[in-house]
């Protein structure tokens, strides 16, 4: 008991935050334009860098040369969003657009942002002044708040304050927010979705952005890529491709893989194009792993756990014992009919992500390590 205490401690000592991530962003000093910037990237570690969120971009800034940050010239460092010809809608907060309620149609393409009358959904230029509706998601409301401003502002305020400018899923939230601009007698206000053309190296989703004053702003010319600047705490900048500068890489350890595969399929996967399947030896793991799995289509994912007959008892593949577990109760007993059950161990996709035991021929999703 007292052994298994000081082992948790040890690993909540050893997990930092900065390491209980599970993408690790690398500053790489050398001076290149954007595309070898991407090269070097994708070579070297996953794809140029990705950031999803505030909490990202804290995490890119601080892996970010100190000399660079304190320098007193204007420095500016290279991340993976790049300029494409595709315009499409997005919501701030990365929802998928499914549900849309336009009132002509939606035309697609200009760099617009999007408003709600009457309950149905108008777009116009990002620097009108108008009200706002944030989500919060602690509380699950939609709220409006602040006064008239511009779509960028309206989306900073409801970041600091809120969750984010809110989207609207299906009608039954449309409606409800239809009921509470009638209820404060406001007529019009911005929902979260815009339209750019803005996408990330690595093809995430992600539609954090970070925009300076007035960028992007093309400077006359063409400037289709992205870089951080340094003396505005990592705001976003557009600049030409061709620049040459120093840049951030990401490195996912993490890989879910969307095939339904027995378990010792899985395994060979793993082995034959990454490192191996997970294993989930340490609650840091276990964290990369709730972050990964949400995009699983199977209810559970293999994991590199499976019931070892000759020793009777779980063991994770690298050989090691089963210290960290997170077991649904009734599952990580010892099998008696182990030499005709061959069982390996699978994480849920829902819930509390709990291990269950499986019998090794299901067919499920995967995740394997990369490092
Ligand atoms: C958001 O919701 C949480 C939980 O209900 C609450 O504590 C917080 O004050 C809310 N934020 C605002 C600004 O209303
Ligand atoms: C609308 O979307 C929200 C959020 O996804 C969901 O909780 C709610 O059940 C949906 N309502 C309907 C009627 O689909
Ligand atoms: C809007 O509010 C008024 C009262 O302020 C009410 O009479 C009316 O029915 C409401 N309309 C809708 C569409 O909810
Ligand atoms: C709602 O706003 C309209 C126009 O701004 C105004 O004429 C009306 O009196 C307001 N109604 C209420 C109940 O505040
Ligand atoms: C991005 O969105 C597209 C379309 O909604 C989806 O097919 C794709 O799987 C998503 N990619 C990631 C990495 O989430
Ligand atoms: C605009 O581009 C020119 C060179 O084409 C450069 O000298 C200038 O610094 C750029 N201005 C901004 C604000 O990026
Ligand atoms: C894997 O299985 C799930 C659940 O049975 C199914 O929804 C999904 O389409 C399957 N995926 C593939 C790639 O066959
Ligand atoms: C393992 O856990 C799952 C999910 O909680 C549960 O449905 C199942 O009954 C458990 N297995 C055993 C043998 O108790």
């Known amino acids: 008991m007292a052994q298994t205490l000081y082992f948790s401690i ?12 599970q993408r690790r962003y690398h500053h790489i000093n050398m001076k290149k334009n954007w595309t070898e910037a991407q090269r070097y990237c994708r070579e070297k570690y996953t794809d140029l860098a ?79 002044n108008m009200r706002f509706i944030c989500y919060n998601e602690s509380s699950k409301r939609f709220i409006i708040d602040g006064s008239s401003v511009s779509w960028r502002d309206a989306q900073r305020f409801c970041r600091q304050h809120h969750t984010d400018l809110t989207s609207v899923r299906n009608q039954t939230e449309n409606q409800q927010i239809q009921k509470i601009m009638n209820d404060t007698n406001i007529s019009e206000v911005w929902i979260g979705l815009f339209s750019d053309s803005w996408e990330w190296s690595d093809e995430s989703n992600s539609t954090f952005r970070y925009w300076g004053l007035n960028q992007p702003n093309k400077n006359g010319s063409s400037e289709d890529c992205t870089a951080v600047r340094m003396k505005e ?46 294993s989930v030896d340490s609650e840091e793991i276990q964290f990369m792993v709730t972050k990964v ?57 829902g819930g509390d992500h709990l291990w269950i035991s499986r019998p090794q021929s299901h067919k499920l999703n995967f995740i394997c390590s990369r490092y």
């Open 10 to 21: 040890l690993l909540i000592a050893l997990c930092s935050l900065s390491e209980c991530i």
């Open 50 to 128: 990705t950031v999803n969120n505030m909490n990202d971009m804290n995490q890119l800034m601080k892996r970010i040369n100190h000399s660079l940050l304190m320098s007193s010239n204007d420095v500016f460092v290279w991340i993976g969003l790049m300029r494409s010809s595709v315009h499409e809608w997005k919501w701030s907060l990365g929802d998928p657009v499914k549900y849309t309620n336009w009132s002509n149609g939606g035309s697609n393409g200009p760099v617009d942002c999007v408003y709600m009358r009457d309950g149905s959904w108008h777009h116009q230029s990002c620097n009108t």
């Open 233 to 278: 705490q990592g705001q976003m900048h557009d600049l030409s491709c061709s620049s040459y500068l120093t840049f951030v890489c990401h490195e996912d350890n993490l890989i879910l893989i969307q095939m339904n595969l027995s378990w010792s399929e899985a395994l060979r996967y793993c082995r034959e194009n990454h490192v191996d399947l997970v």
């Open 293 to 349: 799995i949400h995009q699983s289509s199977t209810e559970a994912v293999w994991m590199g756990l499976h019931y070892y007959c000759q020793m009777n008892l779980w063991i994770w593949i690298r050989g090691d014992d089963v210290c960290y577990q997170n077991w649904a109760p009734g599952n990580g007993t010892k099998l008696m009919n182990c030499n005709t059950e061959h069982r390996a161990g699978a994480v849920q996709s």
